[in-house]
């Protein structure tokens, strides 16, 4: 999905502050050359996630070029990626095979990156030409308005420049913590940090590496299944949740094949929880189908 630019907008964009500024271009393909063949037998494995990865790889654009600067494309960032193949195993009923943590490893080691985005290694070269006659890429804006996007937000900050605790807190509290959606639960920058980075002994945080990526995955994994545990524990309509821990619960919930919790649960949040996130939405859709709701 990318934005038209039409370079004029209408009247009511211009003078009208609540009018949309953009018209957004939605792309859509059919996988073919035997895929979804190759998927039905090696969906129980990591071969289908690298080989679901590859094709849809292969149908994104490498970079648009506009003017003097490529424009970066965010369905190339480890997230999305992410986000794409949950999405394409839960609508078809498999399990998972891999988690987050473990899924970034494997791209690092499979797939070639430039500026937060992954290739085909017949991409790439085709990146790095055109990069060489670019003045810069232009990075997707990032509105930080949930822990995800927060994480986002610190991983792309900590690429560039590693940094002490108090040096990034300012920074944070500016640029990361203005608006949060009414319904998410704010999570302290501290949480963040020790769940998702790694500290080295001067005090620094940073990007991970693969050596700390499962560590670290276990100890993320093991706050958000506690925080899962506390809205089922609890009674009545949830008005704030942490949506991490949501994700986190519907997909073990999936793994065990708890199609119940993961209904009940969403009936339980506000609508907009789970209607604005892909993810949630997807396990709930499918949940509600297999229980035949």
């Excluded at 990865?53 to 654009?61: D, I, K």
């Excluded at 040096?167 to 769940?195: G, N, T």
């Excluded at 949506?243 to 619960?249: C, K, M, N, Q, W």
């Amino acid at each position: 999905m990318t934005a038209l630019d039409k370079r004029q907008g209408t009247f009511n964009a211009i003078t009208n502050n609540t009018s949309v500024k953009q018209d957004l271009v939605i792309s859509a393909y059919k996988p073919n050359g035997g895929f979804e063949d190759r998927f039905a037998k090696s969906a129980h494995t990591e071969d289908g996630v690298w080989d679901f990865v590859r094709t849809h790889l292969s149908y994104l654009p490498v970079a648009p070029c506009r003017g003097n600067f490529i424009q970066a494309v965010p369905e190339r960032d480890a997230r999305i990626l992410f986000d794409q193949v949950v999405s394409y195993y839960v609508k078809n009923g498999y399990p998972i095979p891999l988690s987050s943590r473990e899924f970034q490893a494997g791209l690092d080691n499979r797939f070639p990156e430039r500026e937060g985005m992954y290739f085909l290694s017949e991409q790439v070269s085709v990146y790095d030409a055109m990069r060489l006659q670019a003045d810069f890429v232009q990075q997707q804006e990032l509105f930080v308005n949930d822990e995800k996007s927060a994480i986002q937000w610190l991983r792309r900050c900590l690429a560039r420049q590693p940094m002490k605790y108090q040096e990034l807190s300012p920074q944070y509290m500016k640029e990361a913590q203005r608006i949060w959606d009414k319904h998410e639960q704010p999570v302290e920058l501290r949480a963040i940090l020790e769940q998702n980075f790694f500290q080295d002994e001067d005090g620094i945080w940073r990007v991970p590496d693969p050596r700390n990526e499962a560590h670290l995955e276990q100890i993320r994994h093991r706050a958000l299944m506690n925080e899962f545990q506390q809205y089922l524990d609890s009674k009545g309509k949830l008005k704030i949740v942490r949506t991490e821990a949501l994700r986190a619960g519907f997909k073990e919930s999936w793994q065990k094949k708890d199609y119940t919790t993961i209904v009940q649960m969403a009936k339980r949040v506000p609508d907009a929880v789970i209607q604005e996130d892909p993810a949630l939405l997807m396990y709930f859709d499918n949940a509600s189908l297999l229980k035949g709701e």
